[in-house]
């Protein structure tokens, strides 16, 4: 079985300020995906950012990006020029993969930006 | 751009009703989910459907669940005697085939309260 973590259960940037968020999962599985969602007060869940583990380049989508270590089974997200509408619960999440299979969920990251 | 879709948002119930939420995923997409958040907690899974069938589940989804997905366009999730830890919110999500076929689609969510 799989196990996500995120071992920050609340962060807070200046607005304009740079962030990273943590993650680290445990599996034995060799291919897989890792995502972040954004979960803002409406508790909609937005996918920010995915990553396939068979690709050694970091994610990257705009101000947004991501740190992978396979090795050490780690997947920070950074947030660059923190803007107000960030704030919001992120979540990380691993896919075994193919298409069929489940997600799995970290705890979550309640991040404020402030003014 | 193509939504899943889920109703009602809002559902109150009184302990030992039936439920039924009800989605309506991406129309091409293959492959269906619940999942469901506590609030304050993560985003668990509950159970996965493709070609007619579950394909996977987790021990959440007991007896007392149960998915439908009965005319081809609309994806329910029932439940049969409702308690009071049934209270959460509850997500659809589906996936398509394609080169994005690993990423999944969350809908808005149902607020389910049980009283």
């Known amino acids: 079985a799989q196990t996500v973590t995120q071992s920050q259960p609340e962060m807070s940037v200046q607005e304009a300020e740079t962030v990273t968020l943590s993650c680290t999962y445990d599996?034995?599985?060799?291919?897989?995906?890792l995502f972040w969602y954004k979960q803002p007060p409406s508790r909609q869940m937005i996918l920010v950012i995915r990553?396939?583990?068979?690709?050694?380049q970091n994610a990257t989508e705009n101000r947004f990006s991501v740190n992978f270590q396979k090795a050490a089974k780690s997947f920070s997200l950074k947030i660059s020029d923190s803007q107000l509408g960030d704030t919001a619960m992120y979540f990380c999440?691993?896919?075994?993969?193919?298409?069929?299979?489940?997600?799995?969920f970290g705890g979550g990251t309640r991040l404020m930006v402030k003014p | 751009e193509p939504e899943v879709t889920q109703t009602p948002s809002h559902q109150v119930t009184q302990m030992g009703q039936e439920v039924i939420l009800r989605c309506v995923p991406i129309?091409?997409?293959?492959?269906f989910y619940w999942y469901r958040q506590i609030l304050g907690q993560k985003v668990e899974f509950l159970v996965s459907?493709?070609?007619?069938?579950?394909?996977?589940k987790s021990e959440i989804f007991d007896d007392q669940f149960s998915v439908e997905r009965p005319d081809g366009s609309n994806f329910t999730l029932k439940i049969r005697s409702t308690k009071l830890e049934d209270s959460a919110m509850y997500f659809c999500?589906?996936?398509?085939?394609?080169?994005?076929?690993?990423?999944?689609?969350f809908g808005p969510g149902t607020r389910l309260t049980v009283t």
């Open positions: 599996t034995s599985e060799n291919n897989y995906y």
């Open positions: 990553q396939e583990a068979y690709k050694q």
């Open positions: 999500a589906s996936q398509g085939p394609g080169k994005d076929g690993y990423e999944q689609y």
């Open positions: 129309s091409n997409h293959l492959y």
């Open positions: 459907f493709y070609n007619n069938e579950i394909s996977e």
């Open positions: 999440a691993f896919m075994r993969d193919n298409a069929g299979n489940m997600l799995t």
